[in-house]
């Protein structure tokens, strides 16, 4: 059962009603981000995972985004005075496993197993974003 990193990110969040901007940490000073809106089913991924650098993670938002993920509380700090980053403590903005379990578990549950050929690790820096966050079922 395939779930993408940064759906896993944003699902913790999905219950407060903003929009969301996931990352993950892809190495030198680096974070791959992905915008996620709230649509009819929960956050959908609302455009293609892209590469940022620290000081260009709130570029791009117009309206209050939660900025969520594994973001170091030093570069943290410099978001704290702009008015389209909601930040939350860090505890409560990083990665947790027992969402992706719910998530995978859910899956599980559905019959939505994943081909074992397409569960191959997909690298934004070299090939085509991931797939957004699947549709739930109503």
């Given amino acids: 059962f395939g779930v993408g990193t940064l759906d896993a990110v944003a699902a913790s969040f999905e219950g407060w009603g903003k929009p969301v901007r996931a990352l993950v940490n892809a190495g030198r000073s680096r974070v791959v981000i992905g915008d996620y809106r709230i649509g009819l089913h929960g ?42 980053v909601i930040l939350l403590p860090p505890a409560t903005r ?5 969402i992706l379990i719910d998530m995978v578990h859910q899956r599980w549950l559905e019959g939505a197993a994943d081909e074992l050929a397409s569960l191959e690790p997909i690298y934004v820096h ?13």
């Fill in 43 to 84: 956050l959908t991924l609302a455009a293609a995972l892209e590469h940022r650098r620290f000081d260009e993670l709130a570029e791009g938002l117009t309206e209050p985004t939660l900025l969520v993920g594994d973001l170091p509380e030093q570069v943290a700090a410099n978001y704290r005075e702009d008015p389209n």
């Fill in 94 to 98: 990083r990665r947790r496993a027992s």
């Fill in 126 to 138: 070299t090939g085509p974003p991931q797939p957004a966050m699947r549709e739930r079922a109503t």
